[in-house]
């Protein structure tokens, strides 16, 4: 499976971007795909998950109640609606699949993630 992400760019504070990750093959119900960002000098950081079979998600704490993930089976496709974007959340966005075997609980974690897409550039200006 390869990951495409797409959406990136740059907008003033408080306004939307909307990124999408694109699968080529299958899906399988156990696996989980999440958006992970890396600003310079910082440490990845999971910013939302969500999961194929039910849609269940995560966020991180600095991102909850202005961003939202979602997903559409029928296009292999995962969305990150991001609202009300800070300079904080400036940064480069990947989109990642963990290739889970069996239901399991989400990982923030990167190395439990197998497969990611190229990087999309987020710039957000005060």
């Known amino acids: 499976v390869q990951l495409q992400a797409s959406g990136g760019g740059l907008v003033q504070a408080g306004g939307s971007l909307r990124l999408s990750c694109a699968a080529s093959g299958d899906i399988l119900s156990s696996w989980h795909i999440g958006w992970f960002r890396q600003a310079p000098g910082q440490e990845r950081e999971n910013v939302a998950t969500i999961t194929w079979r039910n849609g269940r998600t995560y966020y991180a704490d600095s991102v909850k109640g202005r961003f939202a993930i979602s997903r559409d089976v029928a296009k292999n496709t995962v969305n990150l609606q991001m609202n009300g974007l800070k300079p904080e959340d400036t940064a480069v966005y990947s989109c990642?699949?963990?290739?889970?075997?069996?239901?399991?609980?989400?990982?923030?974690?990167?190395?439990?993630?197998?497969?990611w897409g190229q990087g999309t550039q987020v710039t957000v200006s005060s």
């Open positions: 990642a699949l963990r290739r889970s075997l069996a239901p399991t609980p989400i990982s923030t974690f990167a190395y439990n993630y197998n497969d």
